[in-house]
């Protein structure tokens, strides 16, 4: 079956560094990957999507990529600042067998940014 | 817009009640989906609707568990009888096409406590 992981155990980092999250994948060949955050007590919002022939994508101070062959997205957040605290989730997503599109999301990593 | 809303934002019920969560997609989205959120098994897709037909109810765990779309501005989910396993987050989201690489567009979820 499907398999997404992403790093379970929350990650610490100081402000202005650059926060790397990882997505993996297994089971899967999704034809795009979307990135989400989410605060607490809040529902997710959407911030990229990359596609399957795209192996780079950028909107201000994120950064996507996606390895069709490695099975992995990476999320970089640079000049990190607290605001960016958050989890963030991917969400592979694609036509399946018998049919339908939908995104399947991983559990989730936690960013903290400190001062 | 005022985005998608959803209600109750808290629900606390006893083991064996009926439970309704209400979901106002933003107008003009064709796609509706209900997820539901909880810390072991991250966000899980339970069933999505196109133009107010259930297109995959796969995810719907057990017949406990019924959703409707009456009309393209209201869903419901129904959980009866109720189970504290039923415990967790549940969030609608809509989107403008089901493409997949299209924005899904999350509530602010409601919080179930099943005692």
């Known amino acids: 079956s499907q398999k997404i992981e992403q790093n379970s155990e929350a990650l610490n980092i100081q402000e202005g560094k650059t926060a790397t999250l990882t997505c993996n994948y297994t089971?899967?060949?999704?034809?795009?990957l979307q990135w989400y955050r989410q605060d607490p007590g809040r529902g997710p919002v959407f911030l990229l999507l990359i596609r399957e022939n795209e192996k780079e994508k950028r909107k201000e101070r994120l950064k996507v990529t996606f390895d069709t062959t490695l099975k992995q997205s990476l999320f970089h957040i640079t000049a990190s600042q607290p605001a960016d605290s958050a989890t963030y989730l991917c969400?592979?997503?694609?036509?399946?067998?018998?049919?339908?599109?939908?995104?399947?999301f991983g559990t989730g990593t936690q960013l903290k940014v400190e001062l | 817009d005022a985005g998608v809303i959803q209600s109750p934002r808290h629900e606390v019920t006893e083991m064996g009640q009926e439970v309704t969560l209400r979901c106002k997609p933003i107008?003009?989205?064709?796609?509706l989906f209900w997820y539901r959120q909880t810390m072991m098994r991250g966000l899980e897709l339970l069933i999505y609707?196109?133009?107010?037909?259930?297109?995959?109810d796969s995810g719907m765990p057990e017949d406990r568990f019924s959703a409707k779309m009456p009309n393209a501005s209201f869903s419901t989910l129904k959980i009866q009888p109720s189970e504290p396993r039923d415990s967790a987050v549940y969030f609608c989201a809509s989107s403008a096409g089901g493409g997949g690489t299209d924005t899904q567009y999350f509530g602010p979820g409601t919080r179930l406590t099943v005692l």
């Open positions: 107008s003009g989205h064709d796609y």
């Open positions: 089971n899967y060949s999704p034809a795009y």
């Open positions: 609707f196109n133009n107010n037909v259930p297109i995959d």
């Open positions: 969400a592979p997503g694609g036509k399946l067998t018998g049919g339908g599109n939908k995104l399947t």
